[in-house]
């Protein structure tokens, strides 16, 4: 069974607002750091978007992109979300959901941190 499955994404307009859901399996849901990350084309590396730590609700932006991101958490359905805001051509990428098992808090968001990783699903801003 994976511990994180993406869902959501697909081909959107610019402009528009897509949310992201990213569902947890109960062991990992209730002691981890979720983030989002996203991986643009032709880029090597994994950057972070946010994170959350559902234990306590405590969230996490990266500074650059905090008002276009909005990260939350859905305990009944042990989901995390990302919703994101006035969608541009550069949001184009690979986004992923990760986890890092720890106690109260989430690392600083460097791909290295996280050893969970779920599939991704793709996100392409396209008129």
């Known amino acids: 069974q994976a511990q994180l499955v993406e869902l959501g994404g697909g081909s959107v307009q610019p402009g528009g607002s897509p949310t992201l859901s990213c569902v947890v399996t109960?062991?990992?849901?209730?002691?981890?750091?979720i983030g989002w990350f996203r991986q643009g084309p032709g880029k090597s590396r994994k950057e972070a978007v946010a994170?959350?730590?559902?234990?306590?609700?405590?969230?996490y932006y990266v500074g650059a992109l905090k008002g276009q991101f909005t990260i939350s958490q859905d305990n009944a359905e042990r989901t995390i979300h990302l919703q994101i805001n006035s969608l541009k051509p550069e949001d184009t990428a690979m986004y992923y959901c990760?986890?890092?098992?720890?106690?109260?808090?989430?690392?600083?968001?460097?791909?290295?941190?996280?050893?969970?990783w779920g599939q991704g699903t793709q996100v392409t801003v396209s008129s």
């Open positions: 990760a986890a890092t098992r720890r106690n109260g808090h989430c690392p600083d968001l460097f791909e290295r941190n996280f050893e969970i």
């Open positions: 109960e062991s990992t849901y209730t002691s981890s750091c």
């Open positions: 994170a959350i730590y559902p234990g306590n609700g405590r969230k």
